[in-house]
């Protein structure tokens, strides 16, 4: 080997200038030294590594030639130690042992200098990253950058190799992912891809994985929680939105998974993996689905009808302070959320149990209130304290506990029991998407949390089993959604402790066994907080949004990154691993699909629930007689859940108003006013003037008049009698599904309390402009005389057309403006709009007049589907949302349904025809049918909710409208057919458009199979 050429070549290819003399040790000189220092090698803790061995190459450069963290290796290839076909290229790996310190160092090529010249004097150069400091033992390793001259170089073995990569299963660890280079091609030992062991001690400090949709990290967060469930000591609590990772339970069908992966078949076959899936490997004992009581109709559908789901419910009792239940009423003033949280704060300190309770609490409130003037006062025995509220904000915080009650939220189901859920191997918790619940979403996530976090508490202090207790892993799915970075304004206050409780968990939970695993989309999407209690990076393809806020060094890694492969930044891990996902071995496709693959044993276990329902509602009927037979000593038998009586919200509310009512009466003095001072007429007395059972009295009078049917609307009449009393209330909105009844009910109220009738009646769409409501100038041309020149000046005054909210002043009316979830976000954002806030409405040339104290707008929502719900959330601006009342109309139970029609029957345009009894039958169990598979929540469906749900396709509910349309067009043409099924079949067919909520022939196939198996059990 030439000296002056190598020094030459060096300068060359570095930049560097330096004299030759510098470049003092040769490759045979360092072997030399290397042996001389023999001696103090074997004392060394790496003297049997090197045994027998021979150095490859030596540190050839004076430190001021190398980078901090890069060394260069000087090969010689003459050395007759190396093989014949001795070949080292980029991302190869070389151990470097440092005689001078006696330390093991491990290092990555980063380019080879391979050139011509270099080759020709038989060495190459090697620019090397430094990556680890080692032990005795590979495996364990720190960040290292410097290394002394006195270095040599050798080529590992494939075990070493796997000791420095984590490969070698030497301890506590998973394998979550196979090792692949920056060239995406994998390391392999004897032909066979190796995965990576990740030190299970890792996940103490948190972990998240980051990607787009579609880039594998859905697969990722299966792999890992398929081998986590093979420990012992672990208790998994899955969070899962999509219905995704509960298809883990299913072994994967390779045929049909792999048909346009060939690439994932061969991986599949090289790994000698088997389809298989958690069922097979964990006990049924020792796994439990849990799902919100609200959410529980989505797992009676598709594929997860397969899982025994046990619905939980959020109990109020968990509320600890004012914050959490002002989150949930939202849209409170910053002078109603202080006075609602001094008022939790007394409630529960003069509460015996020291807990909160939701509808004992409203109880509290409105019977300790007192108002004085604009305000309303909470004094409280025994102290001097006492909580003042305006009385705007006083109202305003009632309306909204009212419209949390009528959610039905709290105490409707038990709650999770957390002391057994932490003792399970694998617990999955369903909270899928409802649009309108996301802060439900996010209350129960918290809560749930909150709950494990202080169980774990309770077992790191004591633990009262005697055994271990299990390392709890916390999983969230799409985290962004629960945990977003930047949550609405009136969820900020709540997200502060939400925050607080992430940050103990990273700081205490390694302590307390509670570990967290979340995925999302995005890294800017995720609260930060969560983000940043992250030690464990796994990063899929970014979108480029997060890409530039990454640092340089993974920067260009990710960017390059292909579907399936990702980047992993361990703790103390000074380089970052590329890993390529193990193809899934577990059942994993979409919703659709996986339904239609395990239909066959969905219908085998409904057979079996069935048969073992049939038998548990006999046993429960024997135990019912023994109960009532027995009478006190009813101790000792099985309770059935219906003799537990909770206090009913319908009640509640009728209790509330009941006691308003005394108020009211004793304040109350008759005051007669000019009838131009209001634009309701109740016996000369306007709405806001009366007591609410006066106001419901004049309704259900209305109803009577009209001859409509109100036995099952009670709620509705006791929550409309109190927004029209409500002065503070400007505008109700009714919401509900279409053709229920909702524009004739409110439209015969008003002809009946308004002075003007329901003469203002306005459909929106999302083309309604704001000022179409109010008033538009009609731009006409000034009319001229026979001269050319303009006519008088009343010619040149501007033409204008009213709308509905303005003519409903001067009208003496309340405006109803119908599909008011139609129009687009902006339009209840303008300026006139907001005005309506303070009752001032704009009229043309500036003008505003303050309506009367009660003038309302009705606002009339059609929802289809729980996309359109949270209207309020979403639309409309926080001014306005304080002042407006939620009213919900569900869908009407059949006997209603069959009143309705009976009494429409008796009107003129019927009169003479005749309905078959099973004509309506028909149609009451087509309704009953298409309800069951509506896509609403739960309190727009009503006395349907129980029933069992479609697995697939979703309807919307046949109206009652849809009904009566049906048996006019049955009328008309069942002369025409030759039988009368057939004539009905059409009218159905014909007139259900608004049922359908898709144009796929399935869709109509599946409704024309529900119709016949109608007509099957109620034959002509």
């Known amino acids: 080997m030439n000296g002056d050429f190598l020094g030459k070549e060096i300068r060359k290819q570095l930049g560097e200038t330096f004299d030759i003399t510098s470049l003092k040790i040769s490759l045979d000189d360092m072997v030399k030294r290397f042996e001389k220092s023999q001696k103090k090698m074997e004392k060394s803790p790496y003297a049997n590594r090197f045994k027998n061995r021979k150095a490859i190459g030596t540190l050839e450069l004076s430190s001021r030639l190398q980078k901090k963290g890069t060394v260069h290796i000087l090969v010689d290839l003459s050395n007759p130690d190396l093989e014949k076909d001795f070949k080292i290229g980029y991302d190869d790996v070389l151990l470097l042992y440092d005689s001078k310190y006696d330390r093991l160092v491990s290092a990555r090529v980063d380019n080879v200098i391979d050139k011509k010249d270099l080759i020709e004097?038989?060495?190459?150069?090697?620019?090397?990253?430094?990556?680890?400091?080692?032990?005795?033992?590979l495996y364990e390793r720190a960040p290292f950058n410097y290394i002394s001259p006195k270095t040599v170089a050798y080529i590992p073995t494939d075990e070493e190799i796997s000791e420095i990569f984590h490969i070698k299963d030497i301890g506590d660890n998973i394998d979550i992912g196979l090792i692949a280079d920056n060239s995406f091609n994998f390391f392999k030992v004897n032909g066979i891809p190796q995965y990576h062991h990740y030190p299970l001690k890792a996940i103490k400090r948190h972990m998240a994985i980051i990607g787009q949709t579609g880039v594998g990290k859905t697969i990722f967060l299966k792999n890992l929680i398929f081998e986590l469930a093979k420990k012992e000591d672990v208790n998994l609590v899955v969070l899962d939105i999509e219905g995704d990772l509960i298809q883990l339970m299913e072994p994967s069908d390779i045929e049909k998974d792999f048909e346009d992966f060939p690439d994932n078949k061969i991986l599949f076959d090289h790994l000698n993996i088997e389809p298989q899936g958690l069922k097979e490997i964990i006990s049924n004992q020792e796994i439990t689905f849990h799902v919100p009581d609200f959410f529980q109709k989505y797992t009676k559908k598709g594929f997860l009808k397969l899982y025994p789901w046990e619905e939980f419910g959020l109990d109020s009792r968990n509320i600890e302070h004012g914050e959490e239940l002002a989150f949930m009423m939202g849209n409170l003033t910053s002078k109603a959320k202080e006075g609602l949280t001094a008022l939790v704060r007394k409630y529960i300190e003069t509460n015996p149990n020291k807990e909160f309770n939701l509808k004992t609490f409203l109880l509290f409130v409105v019977q300790n209130g007192r108002k004085l003037k604009t305000n309303y006062v909470w004094k409280f025995p025994g102290t001097m304290e006492q909580v003042k509220m305006h009385q705007a904000s006083y109202e305003s915080m009632i309306r909204q506990i009212n419209n949390l009650h009528n959610l039905k939220l709290f105490d409707q189901t038990p709650g999770l029991d957390f002391s057994s859920l932490v003792k399970k191997k694998l617990v999955f918790l369903y909270l899928p998407h409802m649009r309108g619940y996301e802060k439900v979403r996010i209350l129960a996530l918290y809560r749930i949390l909150s709950e494990i976090s202080k169980q774990k508490f309770k077992q790191s202090m004591l633990n009262t089993d005697g055994e271990e207790a299990k390392k709890t892993i916390f999983i969230i799915d799409e985290a962004h959604e629960l945990l977003p970075n930047n949550p609405p304004s009136d969820m900020k206050e709540f997200f502060n402790i939400i925050n607080r409780e992430f940050s103990e968990i990273g700081r205490e939970g390694r302590k307390k066994g509670l570990h967290l695993v979340y995925a999302t989309q995005s890294m800017k999407d995720i609260n930060q907080v969560v983000m940043k209690n992250a030690n464990t990076k796994i990063i899929f393809r970014l979108p480029s949004e997060d890409i530039v806020n990454l640092s340089r060094d993974i920067k260009n890694q990710v960017i390059s990154l292909k579907s399936q492969f990702a980047v992993i930044q361990l703790p103390d891990y000074p380089n970052?691993?590329?890993?390529?996902?193990?193809?899934?071995?577990?059942?994993?496709?979409?919703?659709?699909?996986?339904?239609k693959r395990l239909k066959p044993k969905i219908v085998e276990v409904e057979k079996v629930r069935k048969k073992y329902k049939k038998k548990t509602d006999k046993e429960k009927t024997k135990e019912k007689k023994k109960y009532k037979v027995e009478g006190e000593e009813f101790e000792d038998l099985p309770i059935e859940e219906e003799e537990v009586k909770e206090v009913d919200y319908e009640e509640l509310e009728q209790e509330i108003l009941e006691e308003q009512e005394v108020e009211e009466e004793e304040e109350f003095i008759p005051i007669k006013k000019p009838l131009e001072n209001h634009i309701t007429n109740l016996n000369g007395l306007s709405t806001v003037q009366l007591t609410t059972k006066q106001i419901k009295d004049f309704l259900i009078d209305i109803f009577n008049a009209e001859n409509l049917i109100y036995d099952h609307l009670d709620s509705f009449l006791n929550s409309l009698a109190v927004a029209l009393n409500n002065e503070r209330v400007i505008g109700i909105a009714l919401q509900g599904p279409p053709g229920e009844g909702k524009s004739m009910i409110i439209s015969a109220i008003l002809d009946y309390i308004?002075?003007?009738?329901?003469?203002?009646?306005?459909?929106?769409?999302?083309?309604?402009?704001?000022?179409?409501?109010?008033?538009?100038?009609?731009?006409?041309?000034?009319?001229?005389?026979?001269?050319?020149?303009d006519s008088d000046k009343e010619s040149k005054r501007p033409r204008y057309t009213y709308g509905e909210i303005c003519k409903s002043v001067f009208l003496k009316t309340c405006p109803i403006l119908e599909e008011a979830n139609r129009v687009q976000s902006r339009f209840y954002s303008g300026p006139m709009f907001l005005a309506l806030d303070d009752r001032r409405v704009s009229f043309p040339g500036g003008k505003i007049i303050r309506a009367y104290p009660d003038w309302k707008v009705f606002l009339l929502m059609n929802?289809?589907?729980?996309?359109?719900?949270?209207?309020?959330?979403?639309?409309?601006?926080?001014?306005?949302?304080?002042?407006?009342m939620f009213i919900s109309l569900p869908y009407s139970p059949l006997p209603a349904v069959r009143k309705i029609i009976g009494s429409e029957l008796e009107k003129d345009a019927y009169k003479n025809a005749k309905v078959e009894d099973n004509v309506i039958d028909i149609l009451l169990e087509l309704r009953k049918e298409t309800i069951k598979r509506s896509p609403l929540p739960k309190h727009?469906?009503?006395?349907?909710?129980?029933?069992e749900q479609d697995p697939i396709y979703e309807y919307n509910g046949l109206s009652i409208r849809s009904i009566l349309r049906m048996i006019s067009v049955y009328l008309a043409s069942k002369s025409l057919y030759e039988t009368k099924e057939e004539a009905l079949k059409l009218a159905i067919k014909n007139n259900c458009n608004s049922v359908y909520r898709s144009t796929e022939p399935d869709h109509y196939e599946e409704f024309d199979r529900i119709l016949d198996e109608i007509f099957k059990n109620n034959p002509f």
């Open 576 to 595: 970052n691993f590329l890993l390529r996902n193990v193809p899934p071995y577990f059942l994993h496709t979409d919703i659709t699909d996986a339904y």
């Open 863 to 884: 929802f289809k589907s729980s996309q359109d719900l949270n209207f309020e959330m979403s639309v409309l601006p926080e001014a306005l949302r304080d002042r407006i």
């Open 121 to 137: 004097n038989n060495c190459l150069i090697l620019v090397m990253d430094l990556m680890f400091s080692h032990g005795a033992n």
């Open 940 to 947: 727009l469906i009503g006395d349907y909710y129980e029933k």
């Open 754 to 789: 308004c002075i003007g009738g329901a003469s203002c009646i306005r459909g929106l769409d999302d083309q309604t402009l704001e000022e179409e409501l109010f008033f538009t100038e009609n731009f006409m041309p000034f009319a001229v005389d026979q001269s050319g020149k």
